[in-house]
Nanobody, 127 residues
Framework: QVQLQESGGGSVQAGGSLRLSCVVS???????WSWFRQVSGKEREGVAS???????RYADSVKGRFTISQGNGKSTLYLEMNTLKPEDTATYYC??????????????????????WGQGTQVTVSS
């Protein structure tokens, strides 16, 4: 079983930057990794995912501004957020879904397929 814990959230002015981190522990093999965000009263939405070949997928709303990456050893997942906008304000979560060894994780997958979640970290962007 895998455990995830986010950090790096905070308050920032519009146009600023933040880097979120997600520390992954436990048995980390056999999962795909993504970032989600959620505004109170709305459904959690996918933000970015990273494939096993290193490629990334992004929501249209963050494309060109956010970058997902993994640290050495792949024990940490990052989300670099640049040119932040007030509409980026949300609670951000890292998440994992189970994957077979032959899967590249090149698609985000449905929300219900993610069984492991961090506790969330709040990002607030002021205008």
């Amino acid at each position: 079983q895998v455990q995830l814990q986010e950090s790096g959230g905070g308050s920032v002015q519009a146009g600023g930057s933040l880097r979120l981190s997600c520390v992954v522990s436990g048995y980390t093999s056999g999962y795909c990794w993504s970032w989600f965000r959620q505004v109170s009263g709305k459904e959690r939405e996918g933000v970015a995912s990273i494939a096993r070949d290193g490629s990334a997928r992004y929501a249209d709303s963050v494309k060109g501004r956010f970058t997902i990456s993994q640290g050495n050893g792949k024990s940490t997942l990052y989300l670099e957020m640049n040119t932040l906008k007030p509409e980026d304000t949300a609670t951000y979560y890292c998440a994992a879904r189970e994957a077979s060894w032959w899967e590249n994780c090149g698609n985000l997958g449905g929300l219900s397929t993610y069984k492991y979640w961090g506790q969330g970290t709040q990002v607030t962007v002021s205008s």
